[in-house]
């Protein structure tokens, strides 16, 4: 896509940077201001088919396209900030997922700013949407896991599958996107790729290669695990293998991803070698398809690698060479050489060597070949 025809929103809600889960929850909406002010720094927000959009709390009738109406009920009444023992058996009022002021709202607000993206997408307002605040993967239909309340991915994918439409789901956050996997897991209406730290090492454990759907979805759930200190250059390679085959064979109406930043190597909560290299070749990538995009946030937890790889992902996504006096150029060829001057927004790659690479290329060859002999022949793929 030429950037002249290219039509691209930005979803954020200054409402963001009110909530916190807890004091030092590692999990900080400020994510959203913080990756909004670093686009708007570098002029990646102020062209004239990039518009800004400010999202509202999704509806309580699209929450239940995907979740269980008792579970709403007690989100709702979580909302006043207060824990009583009822919420456990939600999995509300945990370390990972507590209870705070203004809970509901926050939640609901983060699907709104997820369904805006879709909504933007199929009333052919622009091509490429990017909502820093999506991206819960984990929640459940009746329960909170793993800093996820409402399940954005599940409910607008739901409601893309009521108006007959077909869905390719790209997850690259670090972490299993095991609650959009459950859901659709039966389905071959859904694409589900997910590449992420192996569960042997890292929550929520799962997200094996063996995991590839059932029923009619047999060959539309695939899972690409990682060992930790899985570099760029291992990384695009599996992605490259897999991702474009299965993404054109499946030939869906939307794709939408979860670019995660908590594939890192900064990240404090994972074990990944990644830089934003990686996430912005995979973000050319998805863009190469020319179809309509929708790029979520997801995790990540080193705020400022963060805002700096998400700001980078959205130059990609545009096309576009942010400039800024004090943080340089980032570098203006996207494909190839990667920029690693200081002051670059690219991160300086990080590069494993010796037996752990070749260790960790054996087994990630081992889960392409695998992948390539249980899913790719359902999709007449050789
Ligand atoms: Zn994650």
Same mark, same amino acid.
């Given at each position: 896509?030429?950037?002249?025809?290219?039509?691209?929103?930005?979803?954020?809600?200054?409402?963001?940077?009110?909530?916190?889960?807890?004091?030092?929850?590692?999990?900080?909406?400020? #994510?959203?201001?913080?990756?909004?002010?670093?686009?708007?720094?570098?002029?990646?927000?102020?062209?004239?088919?990039?518009?800004?959009?400010?999202?509202?709390?999704?509806?309580?009738?699209?929450?239940?396209?995907?979740?269980?109406?008792?579970?709403?009920?007690?989100?709702?009444?979580?909302?006043? &900030?207060?824990?009583?023992?009822?919420?456990?058996?939600?999995?509300?009022?945990? &370390?990972?997922?507590?209870?705070?002021?203004?809970?509901?709202?926050?939640?609901?607000?983060?699907?709104?700013?997820?369904?805006? !993206?879709?909504?933007?997408?199929?009333?052919?307002?622009?091509?490429?949407?990017?909502?820093?605040?999506?991206?819960?993967?984990?929640?459940?239909? #009746?329960?909170?896991? !793993?800093?996820?309340?409402?399940?954005?991915?599940?409910?607008?994918?739901?409601?893309?599958?009521?108006?007959?439409?077909?869905?390719?789901?790209?997850?690259?956050?670090?972490?299993?996107?095991?609650?959009?996997?459950?859901?659709?897991?039966?389905?071959?209406?859904?694409?589900?790729?997910?590449?992420?730290?192996?569960?042997?090492?890292?929550?929520?454990? &799962?997200?094996? #290669?063996?995991?590839?759907?059932?029923?009619?979805?047999?060959?539309?759930?695939?899972?690409?695990?990682?060992?930790?200190?899985?570099?760029?250059?291992?990384?695009?390679?599996?992605?490259?293998?897999?991702?474009?085959?299965?993404?054109?064979?499946?030939?869906?109406?939307?794709?939408?991803?979860?670019?995660?930043?908590?594939?890192?190597?900064?990240?404090?909560?994972?074990?990944?070698?990644?830089?934003?290299?990686?996430?912005?070749?995979?973000?050319?990538?998805?863009?190469?398809?020319?179809?309509?995009?929708?790029?979520?946030?997801?995790?990540?937890?080193?705020?400022?690698?963060?805002?700096?790889?998400?700001?980078?992902?959205?130059?990609?996504?545009?096309?576009?060479?942010?400039?800024?006096?004090?943080?340089?150029?980032?570098?203006?060829?996207?494909?190839?050489?990667?920029?690693?001057?200081?002051?670059?927004?690219?991160?300086?790659?990080?590069?494993?060597?010796?037996?752990?690479?070749?260790?960790?290329?054996?087994?990630?060859?081992?889960?392409?070949?695998?992948?390539?002999?249980?899913?790719?022949?359902?999709?007449?793929?050789?």
């Amino acid at each position: 896509m030429r950037r002249q025809e290219l039509r691209s929103v930005f979803i954020h809600s200054p409402e963001f940077e009110k909530y916190e889960l807890a004091p030092h929850h590692p999990f900080r909406p400020v #994510r959203s201001k913080a990756t909004y002010d670093l686009c708007a720094k570098l002029n990646l927000l102020s062209h004239d088919w990039i518009q800004v959009v400010n999202p509202k709390p999704l509806g309580v009738e699209f929450l239940l396209l995907f979740h269980d109406h008792k579970y709403i009920e007690y989100l709702q009444a979580a909302d006043k &900030g207060k824990f009583f023992d009822k919420l456990i058996e939600f999995n509300l009022g945990t &370390g990972e997922c507590p209870v705070f002021r203004g809970l509901y709202d926050y939640a609901a607000l983060c699907a709104g700013a997820a369904f805006e !993206g879709v909504r933007s997408l199929i009333k052919d307002r622009c091509d490429i949407a990017f909502s820093p605040m999506g991206g819960h993967h984990h929640a459940g239909k #009746r329960h909170a896991e !793993g800093f996820c309340y409402i399940n954005d991915v599940a409910v607008i994918i739901t409601y893309l599958l009521h108006r007959g439409m077909r869905v390719a789901y790209v997850d690259l956050d670090a972490h299993h996107g095991n609650g959009v996997q459950d859901a659709f897991y039966e389905n071959d209406r859904v694409l589900t790729i997910s590449l992420h730290e192996t569960g042997e090492t890292l929550y929520p454990w &799962g997200g094996h #290669r063996t995991e590839t759907g059932e029923g009619p979805g047999q060959g539309y759930n695939v899972n690409i695990p990682l060992p930790p200190a899985t570099d760029d250059e291992i990384y695009m390679a599996a992605f490259r293998e897999i991702v474009p085959p299965l993404v054109e064979a499946f030939r869906p109406d939307l794709i939408i991803s979860v670019a995660g930043a908590d594939v890192l190597a900064v990240d404090p909560l994972t074990h990944l070698s990644l830089t934003n290299n990686a996430m912005a070749d995979a973000a050319a990538v998805l863009r190469g398809f020319s179809k309509k995009l929708l790029v979520l946030g997801g995790g990540g937890y080193d705020i400022d690698a963060l805002a700096r790889a998400w700001a980078l992902v959205w130059a990609v996504l545009n096309n576009i060479e942010p400039k800024d006096e004090y943080l340089g150029t980032v570098g203006g060829v996207f494909l190839g050489e990667t920029d690693v001057e200081s002051g670059s927004l690219r991160d300086a790659h990080v590069y494993t060597t010796g037996p752990d690479k070749k260790r960790i290329n054996k087994q990630v060859n081992d889960t392409i070949d695998y992948i390539k002999r249980i899913v790719f022949p359902v999709h007449g793929l050789r």
